[in-house]
């Protein structure tokens, strides 16, 4: 009989790890990447045939994580994105 996963177990945060950003579990794929991903139309296969040590289980567990703390993630999504930028623009010369 196959062991049964608890779906809660599939997405952590660790501080130190992708910037303390949930991830599914074992591996360095944060939720916004998965997000990022399926909002530009890649799909679930496509991104495990980028990323073959990833399973479906995991990608759709990013998804529910996300759904599930849609307002929260994307106010974290936008304050990743502006300090992703940040350094871009205090080197800009002009």
Do not use: W
């Not at 990022?36 to 567990?61: C, F, Q, R, V, W």
């Amino acid at each position: 009989m196959q062991t049964l996963t608890d779906i809660g177990t599939m997405i952590v945060r660790t501080p130190g790890t992708c910037g303390g950003r949930p991830r599914i579990a074992g591996s360095r794929i944060a939720v916004q990447f998965v997000v990022n991903e399926i909002s530009a139309g890649i799909t679930s296969e496509e991104i495990i045939e980028d990323k073959p040590h990833l399973t479906l289980a995991g990608i759709y567990a990013a998804l529910a994580y996300y759904y599930a703390n849609k307002t929260a993630m994307d106010a974290e999504f936008a304050a990743y994105e502006e300090e992703c930028r940040r350094p871009e623009a205090e080197l800009s010369i002009e």
